[in-house]
């Protein structure tokens, strides 16, 4: 079995997003199989690119000029759920690439158990809304995506705590506020396969903030800061603009983030803040 660091490069080097997703989930199942005997493979190092592969399509577009579609039609449909897929293969890279790029930080065997489970469940997630658009006479690389969304991981590649403030606990937990919404929406419209899928998004989701949540305090707790501090001040420094109610609370609690962490940094206070 390769080094776990190797492995996570290999995958960020692949650009064809079936190719990556299938990749990951292969490595990712040899890792979990070891650890379920009892093993600890090795970790090793790697030399992750600044950007990971990408396929030819779609088309990576300022977030200005990606054009908006109205979410009630068929088109629209298609193209929430590509933005979707598009949001998933980069979760795949993301988690990957804090495996591979913070070799360096002595980090417990669960640190990566964590990231290696989410980057196999954001793999799942990205070939079921795959599947959707495929059955929609769609397919990924069928419509322009955003270019931002690996700038995230660009801020934060020096700083672990940083990383994992803005990928899990702001973006991801963003997810967590967005997608009852679109579950409802494909619901409205009668697409069985995309609420499915959604709903199994939605689940695991939970999991990553969560992932997110207990490796930020563990940090925290050894250089002996404050958590709820250390996240302001590295959200303040790495996101750029206020997060944006409103909040699923319910799920935000549920994944150890509570209001007291996120409410500060929105554009929308609640009264007495």
């Given amino acids: 079995m390769k080094p776990l660091a190797q492995m996570a490069e290999e995958v960020l080097r692949t650009a064809d997003g079936r190719e990556k997703t299938a990749l990951s989930r292969r490595y990712a199942a040899q890792w979990q199989a070891a650890r379920a005997d009892g093993n600890l493979p090795e970790i090793g190092s790697a030399n992750p690119p600044d950007r990971p592969a990408r396929p030819a399509e779609p088309a990576l577009l300022d977030p200005r000029d990606v054009p908006r579609r109205r979410p009630g039609t068929e088109a629209g449909r298609k193209a929430i759920l590509h933005a979707v897929a598009h949001i998933e293969l980069n979760a795949v890279d993301l988690h990957w690439d804090i495996i591979a790029r913070f070799t360096h930080v002595p980090m417990p065997p669960g640190f990566y158990d964590d990231w290696v489970k989410s980057a ?69 419209a009668g697409v069985s396969d995309a609420v499915a899928a959604m709903q199994v998004i939605y689940a695991e989701e939970v999991h990553h903030v ?32 206020p997060l944006k109610p409103p909040f699923n609370e319910e799920k935000r609690a549920e994944a150890g983030l509570p209001p007291d962490f996120y409410w500060p940094l929105s554009e929308d206070r609640p009264l007495g803040e």
């Fill in 120 to 188: 196999d469940e954001e793999s799942k997630h990205f070939n079921l809304i795959c599947d959707c658009l495929e059955a929609m006479g769609s397919h990924y690389g069928d419509l322009p995506a955003h270019a931002g969304m690996w700038r995230a991981a660009e801020d934060t590649a020096h700083d672990l705590m940083g990383r994992l403030a803005v990928v899990p606990m702001v973006l991801e937990a963003r997810g967590l506020d967005v997608t009852p919404g679109m579950i409802d929406l494909f619901e409205k």
């Fill in 210 to 241: 969560a992932y997110g949540s207990k490796w930020f305090h563990f940090l925290c707790g050894r250089e002996n800061t404050d958590p709820k501090d250390a996240f302001h001040d590295l959200v303040r420094r790495y996101f750029h603009g």
